[in-house]
């Protein structure tokens, strides 16, 4: 069986969990995804009957990329006393996934708990478990693109998103198609009626701007909105809500 002190060949990294100490009260088995099922399966033989997670790691600059890691615990069977109970034997096994084909076999015929593990792992960082009764995604929509938890996934989301945002502060923290709200949305609609205004300005014949004379003479103070703008109209324009000295009004 592959161990931390004689990994097989190619399955051997520059990362972390490479150069970090031993770890007390865990055992590390690095190995590859051809002889991950193999591996597995004797630990679980072993008495390793418990899987508590599965999870994954993307480092982007190194070969292999990913790891899918598992967290095996071995409870003690038969008496034991109190010091032996409160140190159960550990293992983490670390699989080195690589980007061309992240594809490694399923174990939840082994352990049924790697069932929605799985998934999680396919699901934020597309790795894919061969033999997966049922592998789909568990946390984003079916019809997300991408996997948010790779290293190269963009912050603001798939590139299907061209909705712009209001340059308003903070506005990295508004989620993706957020419609305009609140000050800003007021902004936006201000701004969209004073460009209609001028349009229709410009365009009306001049019986139909001294209308408009005579209505505003009837109605001081009023002011043409030239009807409400529409929510797509909102994320067209930009918006800047600062005053002249740089605070929000």
Not at 132 to 146: A, F, S, T, V
Not at 188 to 215: T, Y
Request: contains cysteine; aromatic residues 4%; charged residues 20%.
């Amino acid at each position: 069986m592959p161990s931390s002190q004689a990994p097989p060949a190619g399955a051997t990294a520059l990362d972390p969990t490479a150069v970090r100490p031993e770890i007390a009260d865990a055992r590390i088995v690095r190995t590859t995804p051809g002889e991950l099922r193999a591996v597995l399966a004797a630990l679980n033989d072993e008495g390793l009957t418990m899987l508590l997670d599965i999870g994954g790691v993307d480092y982007l600059e190194r070969t292999p990329r990913f790891d899918v890691v598992y967290h095996l615990l071995r409870m003690p069977t038969t008496p034991a006393t109190a010091a032996r109970i409160a140190m159960p034997e550990r293992v983490r096994v670390l699989c080195g996934v690589p980007a061309a084909a992240p594809d490694v076999p399923s174990v939840a015929d082994l352990w049924p708990s790697a069932d929605w593990a799985e998934r999680e792992v396919f699901d934020l960082f597309g790795i894919t478990f061969g033999g997966h009764p049922d592998l789909r995604r568990i946390q984003m929509p079916d019809d997300w693109e991408g996997h948010p938890l790779r290293k190269d996934y963009p912050l603001r989301g798939p590139a299907s998103d061209r909705s712009p945002r209001p340059s308003f502060a903070l506005k990295s923290n508004v989620a993706a198609r957020t419609p305009a709200a609140g000050r800003t949305a007021a902004a936006l609609q201000k701004q969209i009626a004073e460009v209609r205004a001028a349009a229709s300005a410009a365009d009306a014949p001049a019986q139909n701007r001294s209308v408009q004379a005579a209505q505003s003479a009837a109605h001081p103070g009023a002011s043409a909105t030239a009807g409400e703008a529409t929510p797509s109209e909102l994320a067209e324009r930009p918006v800047n809500l600062k005053t002249k000295d740089g605070n929000l009004p």
